[in-house]
């Protein structure tokens, strides 16, 4: 089992930043992929970004590219999300996940294995 918790969500004005963390615990660490989802209020959850294991492959929604970055700290078992030039349409809960992946990236939710309990982004015009 691996334990994730996501933290840094939060209200902030369009135009603003926040950076998402989310720390795993449990057995290692090693060989997972993770992923950033959102689900904003009313709709299913959608993908917002991925990272592969070693932090070499990257993907990114359309929605977010340019404005949004993740990266991972494995000796520290975290994964960043730094969301900068944020607008409404980002409100929504984020979650992070886990896949057992070395090499690669995976967008689809129902490839990921574990998942944190959300935190929510409010991005107020």
């Known amino acids: 089992q691996v334990q994730l918790v996501e933290s840094g969500g939060g209200l902030v004005q369009a135009g603003g930043s926040l950076r998402l963390s989310c720390a795993a615990s449990?057995?290692?660490?090693?060989?997972?992929?993770m992923g950033w989802f959102r689900q904003p209020p009313g709709k299913e959850r959608e993908f917002v970004v991925a990272?592969?294991?070693?932090?070499?492959?990257?993907a990114y929604a359309d929605s977010v590219k340019g404005r949004f970055t993740i990266s991972r700290d494995n000796a520290k078992n975290t994964v960043y999300l730094q969301m900068n030039s944020l607008k409404p349409e980002d409100t929504a809960a984020y979650y992070c996940?886990?896949?057992?992946?070395?090499?690669?990236?995976?967008?689809?939710?129902?490839?990921?294995?574990?998942w944190g309990q959300g935190t929510q982004v409010t991005v107020s015009s």
């Open positions: 996940a886990a896949t057992n992946l070395w090499v690669g990236v995976r967008v689809r939710p129902n490839e990921y294995d574990y």
């Open positions: 449990g057995r290692t660490f090693s060989g997972y992929a």
């Open positions: 990272i592969s294991w070693s932090g070499g492959n990257t």
